[in-house]
């Protein structure tokens, strides 16, 4: 399975913003989906994650609040819309699957990783 992810670029703080992750060459639909990004010199951080039939969802602490996830299995493709961003979320984003019904905050658990999309948020 190959993932392709999108939507970042450069943003102004307190906009919305949406990345999509785009899903080819293998199975999506029976697969949970996680979000995660890594900052310069960070780890990666677990943002959400959604089941593979929609359900559950869970977000991590950064974005509580201010994320949604959600999943078009006939597009094969998964997004994360993030509002009112600021600079503290500046980083590259990943999307990944998990060959299991429900996702985990771990970025272990996952299978399958996408190139990754540059958000940059400026003051």
């Known amino acids: 399975v190959q993932l392709q992810a999108s939507g970042g670029g450069s943003v102004q703080t307190g906009d919305s913003l949406k990345l999509s992750c785009t899903a080819s060459?293998?199975?999506?639909?029976?697969?949970?989906l996680g979000w995660f990004r890594q900052s310069p010199g960070g780890e990666r951080v677990f943002l959400a994650y959604?089941?593979?039939?929609?359900?559950?969802?869970y977000y991590g602490r950064s974005v509580r609040g201010r994320a949604r996830i959600s999943r078009d299995t006939a597009k094969k493709t998964a997004y994360l819309q993030l509002d009112g961003v600021n600079p503290e979320d500046t980083a590259i984003y990943y999307c990944?699957?998990?060959?299991?019904?429900?996702?985990?905050?771990?970025?272990?658990?996952?299978?399958?990783w996408g190139q990754g999309t540059q958000v940059t948020v400026s003051s």
């Open positions: 060459g293998g199975a999506f639909n029976n697969q949970a």
């Open positions: 959604i089941g593979s039939i929609g359900i559950p969802t």
């Open positions: 990944a699957l998990r060959s299991y019904w429900s996702g985990s905050n771990d970025s272990r658990q996952y299978d399958y």
